[in-house]
């Protein structure tokens, strides 16, 4: 047995296929677009595909808040946020918004019991 089998990377490395995750389903989608709906200025943010996940995509609001979803391939977010006229980015290219690690450091110190 080669050290591929042994660590099963030949499973893994099936053509569109990541090894740990599920597939995108609608629900994923519908929040994305409901995200977008309730909130003013959303602007998505593609993650590439991962050994681990599909392809994400991240939806910033104007104040920061967020939520990440999977969405197959940069094709659908871009087909998704045209019909609602968002803006999409590519994560590697621009990175994430100051204005979304602002929110999270905002959260994550109210959530604290100190």
Do not use: H
């Not at 047995?1 to 519908?30: C, H, Q």
């Not at 094709?75 to 590519?90: E, F, L, M, N």
């Amino acid at each position: 047995m080669g050290w591929r089998d042994r660590f099963g990377l030949r499973k893994a490395n099936r053509k569109g296929k990541t090894r740990f995750d599920r597939v995108t389903e609608d629900s994923d989608i519908k929040a994305l677009i409901e995200f977008a709906k309730s909130r003013v200025g959303v602007e998505f943010f593609v993650e590439p595909e991962t050994f681990a996940t599909q392809t994400t995509a991240v939806a910033v609001a104007t104040d920061g808040e967020w939520i990440r979803r999977r969405c197959g391939s940069p094709d659908v977010i871009r087909k998704v946020a045209g019909k609602i006229s968002a803006p999409v980015y590519d994560v590697q290219i621009v990175g994430y918004p100051q204005r979304m690690r602002d929110w999270t450091a905002r959260n994550k110190r109210g959530l604290s019991m100190d």
